[in-house]
């Protein structure tokens, strides 16, 4: 693994970076609002990425390279995120396909950029459909307006709802709530099983 960091218009953000032996093509991922990128879920599908021979950045968001727990606006978090996959697909990840994605905040992010950054897939860990307990604040559109194959890997109990599937989006329930920590083994498999197709398909 190696680490780096990468100048946004919002401060420095940092890459941790696994390579996999001749990738077939590249995994980046972005953390929760409050949590970094040693999350479980996010540890689980690092594995299976690079079991089916894609390389893996995980990301920090500059706010909290910074060393803040508070979340920076919706707009500073896509703007730096962009920045970040523009200099990967320029340097270390250079002519591979890329898939985006993230757990709950993160994989916001990942979809809400998607086209900008040329994404082919998107990995939703634990996508926070609505805050708990008001369904009718729905993120939905967020999702909805992808256009690349989705997938989605939810805790059967998670109080942030669960998100329909949809044309081109799979939906995977696993055991537990939004964390994703009562099934690791569930949602590396369903990482690896779907990477498995962006990987033939590439």
């Known amino acids: 693994m190696t680490t780096f960091v990468v100048e946004t218009p919002h401060g420095p953000a940092r890459v941790h970076l696994h390579d996999a032996d001749e990738p077939r093509g590249a995994l980046v991922l972005g953390h929760g609002a ?16 690079l079991e089916e021979t894609f390389s893996v950045a995980l990301v920090e968001q500059p706010y909290r390279v910074a060393g803040r727990r508070s979340p920076a606006p919706a707009q500073q978090l896509d703007t730096a995120w962009t920045s970040v996959l523009e200099r990967l697909r320029g340097d270390e990840l250079v002519g591979l396909p890329l898939v985006t994605g993230g757990r709950s905040s993160g994989a916001r992010v990942a979809c809400r950029t998607a086209e ?7 990995l939703c860990l634990a996508f ?3 805050p708990p307990g008001r369904p009718t604040q729905s993120r939905l559109s967020e ?3 992808v256009t690349v194959p989705v997938l989605v890997v939810q805790g059967a109990s998670d109080p942030f709802g669960m998100p329909p599937p949809g044309p081109g989006r799979e939906v995977v329930r696993v055991t537990g709530n939004h964390s994703l920590r009562s099934d690791v083994q569930g949602v590396r498999t369903a990482v690896r099983e779907w990477l498995r197709e962006r990987g033939a398909a590439a």
């Open 34 to 49: 409050g949590g970094g990128v040693g999350a479980p879920d996010l540890v689980a599908a690092k594995d299976a990425a």
């Open 116 to 122: 900008a950054t040329g994404a082919v897939g998107v």
């Open 128 to 130: 926070p459909l609505h």
């Open 143 to 145: 999702l909805d307006a």
